[in-house]
């Protein structure tokens, strides 16, 4: 084997402590939503309930517009998008439930008076009773997933290793929903039923990468205690777990930047030029898939070198 081009496993702590300068701040904001909010993160329709109003008006819509006539309405607030249905432009508006017809009345006679004449494509009502029982799903989705994570990597590998992907995972978990806290309370983020599919998505994404490197660990974990020479100083050693971690993490790197880089290209994209509706749910995957991925490199392998080190040391010390 080569020796290590990057010697990540001697950095470990700049890595830790990356991470949890983007963790810290996440979690702040998740305690502020739960104070500001009742959740962790600001909840969209599918979690509080609402109306989903789709206008296609014969001019065109100025958003800020539609939110200011919204906001006179007594609807403080609402979502506002543009969307293309058929090739023509519709504005999708998400508001509290219009259960006082009045209310909805009076809102169109605003839209039309300010805006023109426009036809009603579609108005939705999202009960509140689905909320409890998407956010219970979704949880219990979670926990299943895990749960079988840890079983399938203890059986594939051991125990330490399903500990560390499980970190590693959590991590994810975490940055993800922290930016989406911050950005609930700054811009007024919401999260819907996506937003758990996106978690989801990035939970499997991640512990992929993350199973390539640790299974090209316990491949070279054969070398462990063989001889090998330092290429700088020219000195005989024999090579350390962490020794093994750095090579098995170094002939990983390129693979897991390359899938990765492919991933992120293409979510750009939909990002950038993709529509509305979708947007948010995009931004989660993309910030999901940068974690991921370097929690698969810097964390995941970094906390096993440092669970083997700690474990030896506790050997060391136990009487004999």
């Known amino acids: 084997?080569?020796?290590?081009?990057?010697?990540?496993?001697?950095y470990r702590w700049i890595w830790f402590g990356i991470s949890l300068a983007i963790t810290v701040p996440g979690l702040i904001g998740i305690l502020l939503c739960l104070v500001q909010f009742h959740a962790p993160l600001k909840p969209g329709i599918d979690f509080?309930?609402?109306?989903?109003?789709?206008?296609?008006?014969?001019?065109?819509?100025?958003?800020?517009?539609v939110r200011k006539i919204l906001a006179d309405t007594g609807l403080e607030g609402s979502q506002v998008q543009e969307a293309n249905i058929s090739g023509k432009e519709v504005i999708v508006m998400r508001t509290k439930a219009l259960d006082d017809e009045s209310l909805k009345h009076k809102l169109d006679d605003q839209l039309k008076s300010k805006l023109g004449e426009f036809k009603v494509l579609a108005v939705d009502k999202v009960s509140a009773t689905i909320g409890p029982e998407l956010l219970g799903s979704g949880l219990v989705a979670l926990v299943v997933t895990f749960g079988?994570?840890?079983?399938?990597?203890?059986?594939?590998?051991?125990?330490?290793y399903a500990i560390c992907a499980?970190?590693?995972?959590?991590?994810?978990?975490?940055?993800?929903?922290?930016?989406?806290?911050?950005?609930?309370?700054?811009?007024?983020?919401?999260?819907?039923?996506?937003?758990?599919?996106?978690?989801?998505?990035?939970?499997?994404?991640?512990?992929?990468?993350?199973?390539?490197?640790?299974?090209?660990?316990?491949?070279?974990?054969?070398?462990?205690?063989?001889?090998?020479?330092?290429?700088k100083t020219g000195q005989d050693f024999r090579k350390t777990?962490?020794?093994?971690?750095?090579d098995s993490v170094n002939q990983t790197l390129a693979r897991s930047?390359?899938?990765?880089?492919?991933?992120?290209?293409?979510?750009?994209?939909?990002?950038?030029?993709?529509?509305v509706t979708t947007r948010d749910f995009v931004l989660a995957m993309l910030i999901g898939i940068i974690s991921g991925t370097y929690s698969s490199i810097f964390?995941?392998?970094?906390?096993?070198?440092?669970?083997?080190?700690?474990?030896?040391?506790?050997?060391?010390?136990?009487p004999a």
């Open 1 to 10: 084997m080569n020796g290590p081009k990057v010697d990540i496993v001697k």
């Open 48 to 65: 509080t309930g609402g109306s989903i109003l789709q206008y296609q008006f014969e001019q065109h819509a100025d958003l800020e517009t």
């Open 148 to 160: 079988m994570m840890v079983a399938y990597i203890s059986y594939r590998y051991m125990f330490d």
């Open 166 to 231: 499980i970190v590693a995972l959590t991590h994810d978990v975490l940055v993800l929903c922290g930016i989406f806290a911050i950005m609930g309370l700054t811009v007024g983020t919401e999260v819907d039923s996506l937003f758990i599919s996106a978690i989801l998505t990035v939970i499997g994404f991640s512990v992929h990468d993350t199973i390539v490197v640790f299974d090209r660990i316990r491949e070279n974990s054969k070398y462990v205690g063989s001889k090998t020479t330092d290429a």
């Open 241 to 246: 777990f962490g020794d093994v971690t750095n």
């Open 257 to 275: 930047i390359y899938t990765s880089l492919t991933v992120i290209i293409t979510l750009t994209a939909l990002f950038l030029l993709g529509g």
């Open 299 to 318: 964390n995941a392998s970094c906390l096993l070198v440092f669970w083997r080190e700690l474990k030896t040391k506790t050997k060391q010390l136990k």
